[in-house]
Structure formats: C-alpha cells, structure tokens
C-alpha cells in the first residue's frame, strides 16, 4: 500500500489511506526523506488519522523519520493520531520522544507556518 | 461465527492479517473500540516477535467465556513458534530488555495491554504467549 505524497508549497503531506505493513512503513519513510531533498521542503506532515494500530515498529520507524528530516534541516509533524491508538502506545511504554505532534492536518499546517515564519 | 481462528504468521503482511481478524473479532464480541485496539495493538507486538525472532509460527484467536452463568465473554490469542526461544524469561518481562536491541519494551508492554498474560518458553525449541482481555 503506497502512500501518497503530496506538495504543497514548502511542505509535502503525506496521507496514510490504510494498514501498513512494515515494508510499506519503510517505504514511506525512504521516500520522504528522498522527497524532501528533491523538493527542498522546509517541513513535512505524515496525517497517519487512517492507522487504527500504532505498534512498536511503526513509532520506531516515525522517529526515525523525523530524525532523518531533522539532519536535512526540515520539520516533521505527525497528525491525526487517534485517541484509542494513543492510548494504547502510552499502555503499550512508546514514546514518539520529541516528535513534533497535531491534531490533524490543519493544525499541522499551522504549526509548520508558524515554525517557518520564527525562523526567516 | 468460528471459534478459533488461526493466521499463520511468516512475513511482515501477517502480522497485519492478524492484528486485523483480532480487531474484527473483538468488535463482533462487542468490545469498545478502545479495547479492541488494544487487542490489536497486542497482537501486533506478539506476531512481531514470530517475525524477528523464530521467522515463523501461528496466531491462534478464540472466543472464550467466563464462569457458567457469568455471561462474560473475552478473547484469548495465543502465540506461537518453534523458534530459539527466550534463556531468561524473567529477564525478558522486565521492562527495557530486548536481545534484538531495537524494542527493549515488547513482552512488559503486552502485558499492560492485556488482562492475562502467561508464557512459556524452551531454550531452542520455541515460546508460546497466551494473553486474555475480557470484555468489560
């Protein structure tokens, strides 16, 4: 299940659509990190609303993500992590560390415009 | 409705297949959607470890039912392989352990997820992870 990448501006969206397997979750993030250097983007939003389960590998991989971005000098912000999956990472002892986090999309666009703003 | 389902679990896809049929049976259960997540989300960490460490084995999930009369219903999935198994199981349910050093938190984590936890482990010849949620 590939998942979209959309550009917007200074920043690429990214919308999780359904399950991902552990290749996908991968996947996504070798293409954003690819992505954002070929775009020179100044952020990105990973909306993950769609993922019903947020399990060790998939925080894991997300912080990694952010991570990478972060060496490139871009932003990352996860959106629309669902308050059941939330509060089963928090039972389940994961933690995304210092990953920015939003509600949803349209909170993650503020926060990157704001970020982008203090910063120029 | 069967009441034993099993998903045999080989590469990163299964453990999809199977966290999905743990949710669909929990919420044909009646389980809240709070809960049936976390019965995913512990299915999920319990095929992964088939994954990582034995390559290979089953999810085996069931109905199950309390004490006659008390009308409470749960889940019961069972995990096993035939892999390398766990030297020190004690070691393992503690908090911050992993041999694969990436996760350090996969059998505590379940634990909390779950209402029963039992596991059972032979150095070189497999584990079995039996976990319960109930229906509250």
Known sequence: ?120 | MDDETRVRINSDQDIVVARQKGRSLAMALGFSSGDATLVATAISELARNIVSYAKTGDIVLKVIHGSANSGISGIQVVARDNGPGIPDVQQALRDGFSTSGSLGLGLPGVMRLVDEFHIASVESQGTTVSIKKWKH
């Open chain 1, 1 to 120: 299940m590939e998942v979209p990448i959309l550009k917007q501006g200074d920043f690429l969206i990214a919308t999780v659509q359904a399950a991902l397997t552990d290749a996908d979750l991968l996947h996504l993030r070798t293409a954003l990190v690819q992505h954002v250097v070929r775009s020179r983007s100044r952020g990105v939003i990973v909306d993950v609303t769609s993922l019903d389960v947020m399990d060790s590998f998939a925080s894991r991989t997300l912080r990694d993500l952010d991570h990478m971005i972060r060496l490139r000098g871009a932003e990352t912000v996860i959106v629309g992590i669902q308050p059941e999956v939330a509060f089963a990472m928090v039972q389940l002892g994961l933690r995304l560390e210092d990953v920015a986090t939003a509600l949803d999309l349209e909170e993650g666009l503020a926060y990157l415009n704001q970020k982008f703003k203090s910063s120029t």
